[in-house]
């Protein structure tokens, strides 16, 4: 299950022990990241292990596997938490959408830039036309 917390207090008092966690990145398209498992949770605390990822054939990429050797990842507070995954399946689909995500804002700009610089290329010539009368 991939639950999405819109307000931190949403997790206050929950036991999320086991689960994996993303964090809200700052990029300029929508991402999520920093997968950890939470090994622990002390008041506002939380414990993690990173998971180490493997480059997996259905994702086209590295993924969470479940089964990889973990390391220890520090502690981080629970209101950073944006994401609670139960399985890696559900962490990698998350992640997919942010690879997509990435994928769809570059088009856009390409696009964008393609409009501009035809904009740019039809102003012109009406500069040339008018000049020409």
């Known amino acids: 299950m ?29 991402a999520y ?3 950890a498992v939470v090994t622990a949770c002390k008041g506002s605390i939380l414990e993690l292990e990173r998971e180490e990822t493997v480059y997996s054939p259905r994702w086209g990429r590295r993924a ?3 089964a990889g050797k973990r390391y220890p990842g520090g502690v981080c507070p629970i209101s950073v938490v944006a ?3 139960d399985t890696p399946d559900d962490v990698n689909a998350v992640i997919q959408l942010d690879v997509d995500a990435q994928d ?13 610089r035809a904009l740019a290329s039809s102003s012109q010539n009406s500069l040339y036309l008018v000049a020409a009368e």
Do not use: S
């Open 2 to 30: 991939i639950r999405m917390i819109e307000d931190p207090a949403e997790l206050n008092g929950e036991d999320i022990t086991g689960k994996y966690i993303l964090r809200r990145l700052n990029y300029h398209w929508f």
């Open 33 to 35: 990241g920093k997968a």
């Open 64 to 66: 969470y596997t479940g």
């Open 83 to 85: 994401c609670v995954c």
């Open 104 to 116: 769809e804002f570059h088009q856009l700009i390409a696009k964008a830039d393609a409009r501009v």
